[in-house]
């Protein structure tokens, strides 16, 4: 178990003045210079369809490549922007996933999210970094009238979902090019995937309608114990110190949680709310 600080942070969007009632854009593969990727496009496609559309398009074109998944050493990795992320995607990861959601949720005594949302208002939501699509999956089954899109470098989540639910193998650190914002705007648990978290903030402010709200649910990737049993030369302790030497060389931030706080507001978030659980739920494949 993982027992790092864990914060819960739910931020609403203000009406700023400098904020562009029209949507910034996000990228859902829309990137095409990563070696090994190779993303057919058609551009046969009617000029009257939305951009909403070209890119579901766009995204079902990209899927036969970015499930060719490389093997190392007996573990299966995604294909889309390979090396990019440090975990598996095989069925063994996918399974610890699915506990890691049942975890959290049990946790936080089973509420999705946090934040104070208007649910009468809750009509477009992010889910930034899905996975396996639980909690994507359930907001569709909780929020049936609202359109739930979840994005990820694997597509590896279910077929049977929700008609309100929609995956995308996307790069959340390229540029985002969706046409419209966003009510709700949700990250969970992206410790040791992402290098630039006060971009991927701006992103989401530049994405959330104004009065929106995010929630970002992260921890810091440094193992410790509530009773100090863990000792510097415990071999846990040791991978723990070379997994976070290894994520600094790589540029990657490893320990996000207690930096959140700092991030949102620097992005120009108000009304922020923060809660720190020492012993928030974490599993480690």
């Keep these: 178990m993982c027992t790092g600080p864990a914060v819960q942070m739910s931020a609403p969007g203000g009406g700023s003045s400098d904020r562009s009632d029209a949507a910034s854009p996000m990228s859902t593969a829309s990137d095409t210079s990563d070696e090994g990727v190779e993303l057919e496009i058609d551009d046969s496609e009617d000029n009257d369809s939305t951009l909403d559309d070209r890119m579901s398009s766009y995204t079902k074109s990209a899927t036969s490549s970015a499930t060719d998944y490389p093997?190392?050493?007996?573990?299966?990795y995604h294909a889309f922007r390979a090396g990019s992320y440090f975990a598996p995607n095989d069925e063994y990861e996918l399974g610890r996933l699915d506990y890691d959601h049942e975890l959290v949720l049990k946790f936080l005594q089973y509420k999705l999210f946090l934040a104070p949302i208007d649910e009468k208002k809750m009509h477009r939501v992010l889910d930034i970094g899905t996975g396996t699509g639980l909690w994507a999956i359930e907001m569709g089954d909780a929020f049936p009238n609202a359109l739930i899109i979840g994005n990820d470098l694997s597509p590896v989540q279910p077929r049977l979902v929700p008609s309100n639910v929609r995956f995308e193998i996307d790069d959340v650190e390229s540029d985002w090019l969706y046409e419209d914002q966003f009510d709700f705007i949700f990250s969970r648990y992206m410790a040791g995937s992402l290098s630039d978290w006060p971009t991927l903030m701006s992103r989401a402010y530049e994405n959330l309608r104004p009065g929106g709200w995010v929630e970002f649910q992260d921890y810091d990737f440094e193992f410790s114990s509530l009773n100090e049993s863990l000792q510097p030369h415990h071999k846990t302790h040791q991978w723990d110190r070379d997994f976070l030497?290894?994520?600094?060389?790589?540029?990657?931030?490893?320990?996000?949680?207690?930096?959140?706080?700092?991030?949102?507001?620097?992005?120009?978030?108000?009304?922020?709310?923060?809660?720190?659980?020492?012993?928030?739920?974490?599993?480690?494949?």
Excluded: M, Y
């Design 71 to 76: 093997t190392e050493h007996g573990r299966r």
């Design 245 to 285: 030497e290894a994520a600094r060389l790589c540029g990657i931030e490893a320990c996000p949680g207690s930096k959140l706080e700092g991030w949102v507001q620097d992005a120009g978030f108000t009304n922020i709310v923060a809660s720190h659980d020492p012993g928030a739920p974490r599993t480690v494949g």
